[in-house]
T-cell receptor, first 111, second 113 residues
Framework: GEDVEQSLFLSVREGDSSVINCTYT??????LYWYKQEPGAGLQLLTY?????DMKQDQRLTVLLNKKDKHLSLRIADTQTGDSAIYFC???????????FGQGTTLQVKP | SAVISQKPSRDICQRGTSLTIQCQVD?????MFWYRQQPGQSLTLIAT?????????ESGFVIDKFPISRPNLTFSTLTVSNMSPEDSSIYLC??????????FGAGTRLSVL
């Protein structure tokens, strides 16, 4: 079945770049997503990438997609303390619309 | 995008009682979903809320425990029935827009004593 894997924890210094990695299994996913969850909050859609794209850039965020390896990454440039949160990778499961989530990567940004 | 309002934002309930969570979206959407996030865990889909018909439940979730209503294209409710402490979680509503993008509500934080 579908599965999404992420590393659990990443610590960076303020001003550095952060790279969060994700692997997925469903090659039929139309979109792949990155969501951010701050403490005590819901899920905020950060960005998404269509499956026929290799890269998408949105201000400080860069998403890279390697379909051959089923690997997705999120790069945050100039990481700030406000970026500290849990980041979830998700793939859409076929045409059902439902999302399969990774375990979430906790990003800790040290001043 | 879609703006999703979820109520209540949090609640503390007694064992054996039921809680109904409401989800309102600011535009008509085809698909609405309910997810559960247990403490320290990722999100798991409970069911797809279908307008005008019974919800489609994922493995491990049943209608008697999590009845869902969807009377129109902008509103849905999830009831957590006969609650136990194991039901303490965040419950999130999400919607899929016409561009196949999914947005989430702020969630309902439920604690069962």
């Amino acid at each position: 079945g579908e599965d999404v894997e992420q590393s659990l924890f990443l610590s960076v210094r303020e001003g550095d770049s952060s790279v969060i990695n994700c692997t997925y299994t469903d090659s039929s996913s139309t979109y792949l997503y990155w969501y951010k969850q701050e403490p005590g909050a819901g899920l905020q859609l950060l960005t998404y990438i269509f499956s026929n794209m290799d890269m998408k850039q949105d201000q400080r965020l860069t998403v890279l997609l390697n379909k051959k390896d089923k690997h997705l990454s999120l790069r945050i440039a100039d990481t700030q303390t406000g970026d500290s949160a849990i980041y979830f990778c998700a793939e859409s499961a076929g045409n059902t619309g439902k999302l399969i989530f990774g375990q979430g990567t906790t990003l800790q940004v040290k001043p | 995008s879609a703006v999703i309002s979820q109520k209540p934002s949090r609640d503390i309930c007694q064992r054996g009682t039921s809680l109904t969570i409401q989800c309102q979206v600011d535009s008509q959407v085809t698909m609405m979903f309910w997810y559960r996030q247990q403490p320290g865990q990722s999100l798991t889909l409970i069911a797809t809320a279908n307008q005008g018909s019974e919800a489609t439940y994922e493995s491990g979730f049943v209608i008697d425990k999590f009845p869902i209503s969807r009377p129109n294209l902008t509103f849905s409710t999830l009831t957590v029935s006969n609650m136990s402490p194991e039901d303490s979680s965040i419950y999130l509503c999400s919607v899929r827009t016409g561009r196949d993008i999914q947005y989430f509500g702020a969630g309902t934080r439920l604690s069962v004593l």
